[in-house]
């Protein structure tokens, strides 16, 4: 004769916690001789490159972003204007116009009071409109103008200017266009705040150096060279980390302990516009437990 025990439970299934991770794009642009130029999105976690736009017919420099709205803004160069497009996006991407502009080159969002900014590179201007292309007006008039990016916080925007006399320089101005004034005296192919730090990094083109200071341009120092010349864009700062273009590579440059950078994408062909998008992404753990009948 078998003797068979019949043990009971009952399951009792409980969210127990929420963890959130970050997951963070690379978008980025190549100039006109990769398919007359394209927006690309690269995945850090999945280690997939996808393209966002194709046939952009233009060399795009800066890429910048709307947080509220979720739009990507560019500045198209050789077509002259500013075009925008939803992202992130389940629909296939596609770009529409915002506002004409003469041969724009630097962008930049104010978060704050809905605007966006660019600089012309021949004429030396600097516009704003509203997102919606609306209301455009002439900032200011300077040199010709390169890179650009805003301090929402302290209401400066800081750009840089291409002619070497007297000297390219970053300099600054409110938003308005008043006070204007030199930062460094040094030419620099892009801009970018670290607001935990309280810094200013930019790239400077000729010499391949990632350099930095604080945002009224004291302690003016080198924190990395990429010992290329001549082939050095795009950079983008992102909660204290930097990332910057060397030709084809995007680099991860870490400051502490010790100053090092990684290769975190290759492609073939030469990039010049960055921005690092931080998407936060919420997983729900459950825990299941078995509770004995008695």
């Known amino acids: ?116 900014y660019w600089t012309e590179y021949n004429a030396g201007n600097i516009y704003r409109c509203n997102l919606d292309g609306s209301d455009k007006s002439r900032v200011l008039s300077e040199d010709p103008l390169f890179a650009l990016t805003l301090d929402y916080r302290n209401r400066w925007l800081y750009y840089s200017t291409t002619l070497t006399t007297p000297i390219r320089s970053i300099r ?20 970018s705040i670290d607001f935990k730090g309280n810094r200013l990094y930019w790239m400077n083109f000729a010499t391949g150096d990632l350099k930095s200071a604080y945002l009224n341009g004291t302690d003016d120092r080198k924190v990395f060279s990429t010992n290329t010349t001549i082939k050095n864009v795009g950079i983008h700062v992102l909660d204290s980390e930097l990332y910057c273009i060397n030709f084809n590579k995007i680099l991860n440059v870490t400051l502490s302990p010790v100053t090092s950078s990684r290769v975190i994408y290759q492609g073939t062909n030469r990039i010049y516009g960055l921005f690092v998008y931080k998407e936060k992404r919420k997983y729900l753990y459950p825990l299941i437990y078995l509770t004995k009948l008695n």
């Open 1 to 116: 004769m078998r003797l068979h025990v019949l043990v009971l439970f009952e399951f009792v299934m409980c969210v127990c916690f929420i963890n959130t991770v970050f997951a963070y794009m690379f978008v980025f642009s190549t100039n006109m001789t990769d398919d007359n130029g394209r927006i690309y999105e690269y995945n850090l976690e999945t280690r997939t490159v996808s393209y966002l736009l194709t046939n952009i017919q233009s060399d795009v420099y800066s890429i910048t972003y709307d947080y509220n709205n979720g739009y990507i803004y560019f500045p198209r160069l050789h077509k002259n204007d500013i075009q925008r497009f939803q992202y992130p996006s389940e629909k296939p991407y596609t770009s529409k116009f915002v506002t004409n502009a003469s041969v724009p080159i630097g962008i930049a969002i104010d978060p704050l009071y809905s605007h966006v």
């Open 172 to 191: 600054r101005s409110r938003l308005d266009g008043t006070e204007n004034q030199t930062v460094i005296g040094e030419e620099a192919s892009d801009l």
